[in-house]
Structures are given as structure tokens and as C-alpha cells.
């Protein structure tokens, strides 16, 4: 069983008398440790078919299976305790909460989790060195570079170690040299074992991934595998034990 | 982190936007606070007054001999033959548990005389307290103050022929004429009045009284329990409540209070109507950032514990701030009012002061954020 099944996601946005088909049947397996590009045209629905697998909006057929777990299935709540526990976002925007700080941002997922302070602070402290920002921990969002901000936005993605990074477009609004080292640290990721799903229009970035998928009119037209990364067994002890929290949850 | 400290954190962001929205519903529980407190001393004020204006209750001894008609009212015992009611029963009156309700004890004693060849009444009285309970009394003349001064009710010098200054004899006593009373539309015009000692004198009567009339403050005092402790202290005394005088001024203290909550429920209508509004385009700005929440993996719970957190928060300070404006103004509004003091500042009002600005202000939020916590998160991440 792969990590992330995708079966049969359709998804019709109805407006008015207008009805938009953003994805039409698509199905796809990913791997335990794959990276995926994701690319195509604008409004070839690169976007709609990655909140659907991050749990952020219900396909109108079709199923997602994470980890064995059919998310769509699982009652409000629990989609909601998934995506923290599973998945990390990174937008275009970076969207981040203008009114707090680089550090309160990035624990933002850690707040309903009632996770002791102390230990909030030494996760955080870990992941922001990691990213290049401990420095700048006390600084609001507006005070950052774009680059910075979309680090914060990356740190915040790891801070609950998810086992799926989700990103859409997270280069779309920074420089180029700014986006290489993005692309670098999402690299990094994937070699430390996180399976990332990342729509970008850059073909350059496909060297990055161990995957590339081409979207057109909401369905997937080119699947280009280049290799299946092995995952050490250090990191498949980790994810057991991830796995036990969230089963005893 | 929790997830309390993000609510904190946008209203210490949006500083402008919480002030106002405190000094709203602050304004709105001090508009409250203030009008309880004048109203409560308004009908303080007013019922002491009202009640210093006549009797409220009145004592006469147990008797079946009813040949006195009084003020619509049978009082017994015009020509007693044992008196049950004395001087001692004054004492007794001002001792009870509710005494310091006990605003004016009138001791009366009535007696029919022959007086130039008619029969009238004579009424002993203690002409302070007489006056003092019936402000409504004018005279001309002057006030009696001798033992042997004579007030006469209005008919009764007009059928005696009476003026100030004339002498009179009643049981072989010598009086003079002091005022005349100036039509008072009660049995009094048809009274002649002389000090209650000179009458138990001139009818030898001793210490006896006919009727005593007490004039009970009360605000807030229960009068029956008044009535049933002079009881119990006078027990061959038949002790009566002024029904209708009580519930004449009960009806002026219900209107007052009865203005004073309208007026209190359209300003809190008001300023919760204010926060739904704040809130609900609150929201729309915030959609965003609850779509972010969401994202991350907060529950729609935990949306709303921020949102609700923030108007609790707004609410308390609120409930603070309004208190305060709500005392001061009522201080500041005395001298309009023509009050001395400001009644009820008590714990009471600061709780219901809390407790109307919290329900108010977390009332008003909780469609709103119940609004916001539904969103789809991905629609939220959209308007950007
Ligand atoms: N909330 C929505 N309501 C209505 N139509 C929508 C909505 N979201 C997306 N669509 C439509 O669905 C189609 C796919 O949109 P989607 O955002 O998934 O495209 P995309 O591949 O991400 O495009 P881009 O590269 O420009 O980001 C588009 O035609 C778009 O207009
Ligand atoms: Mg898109």
C-alpha cells in the first residue's frame, strides 16, 4: 500500500449556470519518501486536486487514503487532527498571521495540541535554526523578506513533523535566487524522508523530485517517475511510532 | 503557545478597534449601572418622602363598638369604656425589631363634647407630629402651641362660627382659638383639635389614647411583618396596614424602575447589535487567517475558543470600564436628580454589571464566530 492513494477524485465547481469540471477521475499512488512536481496550465485544477488530498476540501467522488486512512471518512474533527498530525501546508502567499511573531507562527499548530510551553519553544528553536531564522524569532512577518517569510511558512509545515509536505506554488512569488534555495531546503526534506506534493510552473524545479505529474483539464496527462527512494531504517522506526500516537488518539 | 494567546495577541494588534469596541459596551453598562443607582435612590428618596406623607398604619384597641367613622375608616372606642390604648403602647411601638422603619407615631385621643351648645368631636393630638404626618395641613392664625390653643377644623368653625383669637370652653375647660385648618376634604374639617394632654385632662382620660397612627418607612421594609411585630407587642390592639396607601406608592416606585429598565434594555440592545456588527465584518476581514487556523489543524472548537476568548476579554474590560463610568456618572448626575446620596453600590450591581456586559458582549459574538469557525478552510485561503 502506498503512503498516498488517490482514487477516482472529481471535483465540478458550480457557479450560477456555469459548472467548471476542475478534476475529472484522477487517480495516483505516492510513495513513502517520493517528491512530486506537479505541473500545467493555469485552472488545470493543480491546486483544487492538492487541497483535496491535504484534507482541506471534500472531492465530489473518489477517495483519499493516507496512511491507510480513508480521510474523507473520518468525522469533522478527526480530518482536522490529520491534517496536523499528517500534513503540512506552504502557499504561494505564505500566509502567515500578520499579528504574531516568526516563533508564535510557526508553533501556531502546536496551540490547541496543549503541548507544554517549554517544550513548544525547544521544537520551535530546533526548526527555526534549521531554517535559518532563529535570529529573527521575536520579528513579525512584515518585517521579513519574501524568502524568510516563506521559511517561517516552511518551519511552520515541519514544526508537528508531519509525514506529507503539501506545497502550492511556494516559490511563485520570490526571486530567482531566493526560490533555488527553497527548492534546496525542500530537497533536504525529502532526503531527511518527507513525501512532498509540490505544484510549481518552473520545468527547471523537476530536477529536484524524484516525480513529475503534468495536470491538463483536470486530468493527469504525464506521470514521470525517475527513481523510488529507499527510506533508512532510522526514519521507519520514526514513522511507527508516529503512527501509534495516532491510532491511540 | 495556546490558543488563547492568539486572541490576545489580535486585539493587542488591532488596539484602536478593542478600545472602541470596550468603551461601546463600557458605555452601555455604565448607562445601567448608573441609571440603577439613581434609580434605586430616587425611590429611596422619594418613599421616605412618601411615606413621612401619612400614616401607613394604624392602631386602634379591639372593640366592637364602632361609632366613629375616620377617614373612611370605623374608629372605635369614641366613648370607651375601657381604653386598651395608652401612652406606655408609644414606647413599646418605637422598640420593635423593624424600628428604625418606624418614621412617626401619632397618639390621638377622641372625645365628644358639647361645645356653645353643639356636639362635636375633640381630638387630643400632639400637634408636631401631627403636622409633621399631615403636610398637607394649612392654617391661618397662628400655631398652636399653648396648652389651651385650639386648631378647628374648617366645618367645625363654621358651625361654631369660630376665628382665630375667639375663647372657647369645652367641659368646663377654658380654650382660645389659635388657626382654623383651611378645608381639607377629610374628617378633619369637622375636628377640633387640642393637645393630647389637655384633652386626657379636660375628659380625664389619664393615659389613654384612642388611636395611634404610625408612619413606617417603607422602602424595601416589609410593612406586614411591621404590622405583625407591632402586633405582638400590643397584643389588645387591633393594628392595621394602609393598603392602599402603600400600593399608591408602590405603583410610583414600580414607574420609575419600570422607566429606568426600558431605558436600560434599549442601550444594551443597542451595544450588542454594535459588537454582532463589529464582529460580523470582523470576520470577513479575518477569513484568512481562520482559513490558515484551519489549515493547520485547528478544529472549528478551537476557532471559536479564539473569537470567543476575544470578545470575553473585551467583555471583562468592559464590565470594568463601565462600572466605573456608571458610578462616576451617577456621583456627577446628584445635583441634576436633587439626591444626597447614590444607593446601591454594592457587590450586587458589580456583578450584574459583569453579567450584563459579558452576556451582552459574548451573546453578540457567538453567531458571528459560529459563522467563522464554519468556513471552509479552503474558501477562506482563497481571498487572498
Ligand atoms: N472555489 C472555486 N469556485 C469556482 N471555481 C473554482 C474554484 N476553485 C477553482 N475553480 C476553478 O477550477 C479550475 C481549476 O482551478 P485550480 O485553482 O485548481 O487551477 P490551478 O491548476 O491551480 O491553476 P493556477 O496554476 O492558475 O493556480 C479553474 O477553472 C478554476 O477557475
Ligand atoms: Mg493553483
Redesign the pocket.
Known amino acids: 500500500m502506498s503512503l498516498i492513494e488517490i482514487e477516482n477524485l472529481s471535483?465540478v465547481?458550480?457557479?450560477g449556470d456555469t459548472s467548471?469540471h476542475?478534476l475529472r477521475a484522477v487517480s495516483l499512488q505516492i510513495d513513502d519518501g517520493e517528491f512530486v512536481t506537479v505541473m500545467?496550465?493555469?485552472?488545470?485544477?493543480?491546486?483544487?486536486?492538492l487541497t483535496i488530498v491535504g484534507g482541506l476540501s471534500a472531492p465530489m467522488s473518489g477517495r483519499v487514503v493516507i496512511d491507510e486512512i480513508d480521510i474523507y471518512s473520518l468525522r469533522r474533527d478527526g480530518l482536522s487532527d490529520l491534517r496536523r498530525e499528517y500534513i503540512g501546508f506552504v502557499f504561494q502567499s505564505f500566509n502567515l498571521v500578520p499579528y504574531l511573531n516568526v516563533l508564535e507562527n510557526v508553533l501556531l499548530p502546536l496551540a490547541p495540541t496543549g503541548m507544554q510551553a517549554k517544550k513548544q519553544t525547544a521544537v520551535a528553536g530546533d526548526i527555526l535554526t534549521e531554517v535559518g531564522l532563529y535570529e529573527k524569532a521575536k520579528h513579525l512577518p512584515g518585517e521579513l523578506s519574501g524568502g524568510e517569510q516563506q521559511r517561517v511558512a516552511i518551519a511552520r509545515a515541519l514544526i508537528n513533523d508531519p509525514l506529507i509536505i503539501l506545497a502550492?506554488?511556494p516559490t511563485g512569488n520570490l526571486d530567482t535566487a531566493t526560490s533555488e534555495s527553497i527548492m534546496q531546503l525542500f530537497k533536504l526534506l525529502n532526503e531527511r524522508g518527507k513525501t512532498i506534493l509540490m505544484?510549481t510552473?518552473n520545468p527547471g524545479y523537476r530536477s529536484y523530485s524524484t516525480r513529475a505529474i503534468d495536470?491538463r483539464d483536470?486530468t493527469i496527462v504525464g506521470d514521470d517517475m525517475k527513481y523510488i527512494p529507499q527510506m533508512s531504517a532510522d526514519y521507519r522506526e520514526g514513522r511507527e511510532f508516529q503512527q501509534n500516537i495516532w491510532t491511540h488518539d | 503557545m495556546r490558543v488563547y494567546h492568539i486572541g490576545l495577541k489580535n486585539l493587542k494588534r488591532r488596539r484602536v478597534r478593542t478600545a472602541l469596541t470596550i468603551l461601546g459596551l463600557a458605555l452601555a453598562v455604565a448607562i445601567e449601572v448608573a441609571l440603577t443607582g439613581i434609580t434605586k435612590s430616587l425611590e429611596y428618596d422619594f418613599s421616605r418622602k412618601l411615606d413621612e406623607y401619612g400614616a401607613n398604619i394604624l392602631i386602634l384597641p379591639k372593640s366592637d363598638d364602632l361609632s366613629l367613622d375616620y377617614g373612611g375608616l370605623s374608629v372605635a372606642g369614641v366613648t370607651f369604656g375601657s381604653e386598651k390604648l395608652g401612652m406606655s403602647d408609644l414606647a413599646k411601638i418605637k422598640a420593635i425589631k423593624n424600628s428604625e422603619n418606624i418614621a412617626t407615631v401619632v397618639p390621638q385621643l377622641f372625645h365628644a363634647a358639647d361645645v356653645n351648645g353643639r356636639n362635636v368631636i375633640v381630638s387630643g393630638v400632639d400637634f408636631n407630629s401631627e403636622f409633621r404626618l399631615k403636610r398637607w395641613w394649612r392654617s391661618s392664625g397662628s400655631r398652636p402651641d399653648e396648652p389651651d390653643d385650639i386648631l378647628a377644623g374648617s366645618a367645625a368653625a363654621q358651625a361654631l362660627n369660630l376665628k382665630p383669637g375667639d375663647d372657647l370652653e369645652i367641659a368646663k375647660h377654658h380654650f382660645r382659638v389659635a388657626g382654623i385648618l383651611t378645608e381639607t376634604g377629610s374628617q378633619d374639617d369637622k375636628l377640633i383639635f387640642i393637645s393630647l394632654p389637655a384633652a386626657q385632662k379636660v375628659f380625664d382620660k389619664g393615659e389613654a389614647l384612642s388611636m395611634i397612627e404610625v408612619s413606617a418607612l417603607c422602602y424595601n421594609c416589609p410593612i406586614d411583618s411591621i404590622v405583625a411585630q407591632i402586633g405582638e407587642k400590643l397584643p389588645n390592639a387591633q393594628v392595621m396596614a394602609l393598603r392602599q396607601t402603600i400600593e399608591t406608592k408602590m405603583d410610583v416606585m414600580h414607574r420609575i424602575r419600570h422607566f429606568s429598565i426600558i431605558l436600560s434594555v434599549a442601550v444594551v440592545l443597542f451595544a450588542a447589535l454594535m459588537i454582532f456588527v463589529n464582529m460580523m465584518s470582523s470576520i470577513t476581514e479575518r477569513e484568512k487567517e481562520i482559513g490558515i487556523f484551519r489549515a493547520v489543524g485547528f478544529k472549528r472548537k478551537h476557532v471559536l475558543a479564539v473569537l470567543l476568548f476575544e470578545s470575553l476579554i473585551v467583555s471583562l474590560s468592559a464590565g470594568i470600564v463601565g462600572y466605573l463610568f456608571g458610578i462616576s456618572g451617577a456621583y456627577l448626575a446628584r445635583p441634576l436628580m436633587g439626591l444626597h446620596g447614590i444607593q446601591g453600590f454594592g457587590i450586587d450591581t458589580i456583578l450584574t454589571a459583569f453579567a450584563l456586559s459579558i452576556f451582552v458582549g459574548v451573546s453578540a459574538a457567538i453567531y458571528p464566530a459560529y459563522k467563522a469557525a464554519r468556513l471552509e478552510p479552503?474558501?477562506a485561503l482563497?481571498s487572498l
Request: cysteine-free.
Open positions: 471535483k465547481y458550480t457557479i467548471t476542475a500545467g496550465p493555469s485552472g488545470s485544477g493543480k491546486s483544487t486536486f502550492d506554488e505544484v510552473h495536470f483536470g | 479552503t474558501v482563497r
